[in-house]
């Protein structure tokens, strides 16, 4: 195993297995970051593409698919595989970036999904990859469709296996169902995001969000949510319609600002048994806008309401025009239930400052700003605790990508504690055997 991307980092999940001849990759993540380094990171792949046998996708978010595009055009014909919801919502969130890719990263290439070699394979299901390989997908709970890959193959007489976490969900948000164990293997390869860290509880996200929304209603303002469009969306449309419904929230108009969110709610919506079993009668209706004129027109009007808009770190998307119309009003709300990175705007606004400067201007800062985590997709770690408890014992090599240094460390610490005996978090580039 090599490990090209997310090794001491969250972005550009990409890692090379070979097995005798055979070349798998895992995950075809998108590089986000510096743009001369960006580029060339998304454009040289460190083999051929055309060497390729196979490309094993973990889920349908960016920084997982995002650079199958490029992959493709420099050859790769090979079967991708992965589970049918990460097709469809891979389809969507491929051709909106071919959209917007023009103007937010210009070393985004297109190429259409329709034309890719797909070969969806459901949970819990052995498939054949090759006369020696087996894949088997379980799920890893983290959105729709995401999956752990579980590969075994045989080698000079012995089984062995390797399992890939992606990025693991969360326990006791009951939206999606809870992520699987991880599978016990001869080598984990594991993601790391929120280790060390811990969310706020179902209760404690429940007690921070009634607060600021009742508050905001009395004051006559409105709540604006930032949020990605794929995965944290649908958590917290989930749990604003199940929480006015039950009183916890004062019952108001919910908006949602983001033509990609529409997209993915009806694909959501086509795969009903992913989902804990929740009754669906007395649900206020979401609205999803149609086109920017309407949202401006009702982001104008002087009731209060929730308006959940794309753009995460208020770093681009449509919540940037509903902050430049409420960003100064002291009636009003932002909520942010993201990771903000250091010199996000979203990280300027939580900062006690009177200001903060976008679009080239300063703006007043009189709108209140609370940040709430619970609503992440990604296990914290307790979880991951949790979750890799089980391959105790039977588990030989552990390597922790995807997060931060101190993150990943944090969590290899514990995981040595814990009696797993060889955990470590790779750079880039290094390989690891497991036969
Ligand atoms: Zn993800």
Redesign the pocket.
Known sequence: MTFLGAAQCVTGSMHLVEIGSQRLLLDCGLVRGHRDEVRYRNTSFPFDPVTLDAVIIS?A?I??CGNLPNLVRQGFRGPIYCTPATRDLAAIMLADAAEEGPKKDDDFLAYPSSLMNWVPIPYEHDFAISDNVQLRFVDAG??LG?AITVLTFRHAGRTYRVTFTG?LGRRGVPFLRPPSPVPAADLILCESTYGGRRHDTLEMMAAKLSKVVRGTLERGGKVLVPAFSL?RTQVVLHFLQRWMRDGILPRLPIYVDSPLAAHIAAVYQSYGDAFEHLPAAGLPPVHYFRSPEEAREVSMLPEPCVLVASGGMCEGGRIMAHLRLHLDDPRCSIVLVSYQAPHSLGAQLLQLRPTVRFHGRTWNKWAEVVSISGFS?HADHEDFLALLGPALGATGKIRLVHGEPPQAAALAADLQKMGFPDVAVPCREEHVMVA
Do not use: A, P, T, V
């Open positions: 889920h978010h920084d997982h983290h959105i995401s990025d995965g997709g």
